[in-house]
T-cell receptor, first 116, second 110 residues
Framework: AQSVTQLGSHVSVSEGALVLLRCNYSSSVPPYLFWYVQYPNQGLQLLLKYTTGATLVKGINGFEAEFKKSETSFHLTKPSAHMSDAAEYFCAVSSGRGSTLGRLYFGRGTQLTVWP | KAGVTQTPRYLIKTRGQQVTLSCSPISGHRSVSWYQQTPGQGLQFLFEYFSETQRNKGNFPGRFSGRQFSNSRSEMNVSTLELGDSALYLC?????????FGEGSRLTVL
């Protein structure tokens, strides 16, 4: 069984400040991990993913995340927030293999607000 | 390369009616998944199709069904609509475990 917990449904930062969105997962198999972003009235856009290999993953728009197996975490960070980063962010996990390849388990999302 | 296309983008139905939503995946992608997004329940997996076969199914009642055609296009159907079916329905096509989402079909049930 797999699940995701996102700590903090709302996060507010000032423009230029560090962004840290927290994600912890539970998985009975080695996980594939994802961060998606959703802007109002739009679908989900993939920011970055971890499958295997390097545990520090770089994504689009300056975001990165680090897979920490011992902490079962996959926190998303960005050194300097921009106004355009304001959106809802979703962490997701899958087994990444076999018949469950297309099934993602999502967290409840974190709404990021960026203040000028 | 064109992305995932969902139609219609918005629709309004009344209770008891049925609705069919369509999804055209990215060319070459054989897997299509459907998700329901609501403020109360978040993103929930409905089902996944691969090469015209349902490969995985979430915990939704039988009123929710889907199918996939030989060209990988997919449809989902909801019969006997209830107010609680109001949601954003997202389709995703996938390749090697990475999902690409469409912009969704927003269904309002009155």
């Amino acid at each position: 069984a797999q699940s995701v917990t996102q700590l903090g449904s709302h996060v507010s930062v000032s423009e230029g400040a560090l962004v840290l969105l927290r994600c912890n997962y539970s998985s009975s198999v080695p996980p594939y991990l994802f961060w998606y972003v959703q802007y109002p009235n739009q679908g989900l856009q993939l920011l970055l993913k971890y499958t295997t290999g390097a545990t520090l993953v770089k994504g689009i728009n300056g975001f990165e995340a680090e897979f920490k197996k011992s902490e079962t975490s996959f926190h998303l960070t960005k050194p300097s927030a921009h106004m355009s980063d304001a959106a809802e962010y979703f962490c997701a996990v899958s087994s990444g293999r076999g018949s469950t390849l297309g099934r993602l388990y999502f967290g409840r999302g974190t709404q990021l607000t960026v203040w000028p | 390369k064109a992305g995932v296309t969902q139609t219609p983008r918005y629709l309004i139905k009344t209770r008891g009616q049925q609705v069919t939503l369509s999804c055209s995946p990215i060319s070459g992608h054989r897997s299509v998944s459907w998700y329901q997004q609501t403020p109360g329940q978040g993103l929930q997996f409905l089902f996944e199709y691969f090469s015209e076969t349902q490969r995985n199914k979430g915990n939704f009642p039988g009123r929710f069904s889907g199918r996939q055609f030989s060209n990988s296009r997919s449809e989902m159907n909801v019969s006997t609509l209830e107010l609680g079916d109001s949601a954003l329905y997202l389709c995703a096509s996938s390749l090697e475990g990475e999902l690409f989402f469409g912009e969704g079909s927003r269904l309002t049930v009155l």
